[in-house]
């Protein structure tokens, strides 16, 4: 999205842990699933009545499809692999977490970061569905 679309999916920004970028309220969301399988889907608070429902997002057409093959393609991935693509040496969430050689953890990956660097990457999803051209 930062790259296709010049604006992020989402409002908040990752933050640099130990295994890899993380929101910590989408983790906090689903902590209780460890590192099994995520069996549920994410809540938000409705602020009219203060019950917990499904959270969703209005998309356009083409941003919903070209999330869904972001989704298919990585959703495939088991966690190391997804790891070892968040850790690439010099990749944001490295820039963050080994910050002058230094670790610090809980530290803001922004978008600028995220973006610079994908920008100048090939993506490995389908080129017809992921294009950021």
Request: hydrophobic residues 35%.
């Amino acid at each position: 999205m930062l790259v296709k679309y010049k604006e992020p999916l989402i409002r908040h920004e990752f933050e640099a842990w130990e295994f890899g970028p993380v929101l910590p309220y989408v983790y906090r969301e689903f902590k209780l699933h460890g590192d099994g399988k995520i069996t549920s889907r994410a809540l938000s608070l409705n602020l009219d009545n203060g019950s917990r429902e499904l959270a969703e997002i209005e998309l356009s057409a083409d941003k919903r499809e070209f999330l869904d093959s972001i989704i298919d393609f990585y959703g495939r991935l088991g966690a190391i692999d997804l790891m070892k693509i968040s850790h690439v040496v010099g990749g944001p969430w490295d820039q963050v977490w080994r910050h002058a050689g230094k670790v610090n953890p809980g530290m803001r990956i922004s978008n600028r970061t995220i973006g610079d660097f994908y920008e100048q990457k090939q993506h490995p999803f389908p080129r017809e569905y992921g294009s950021m051209q």
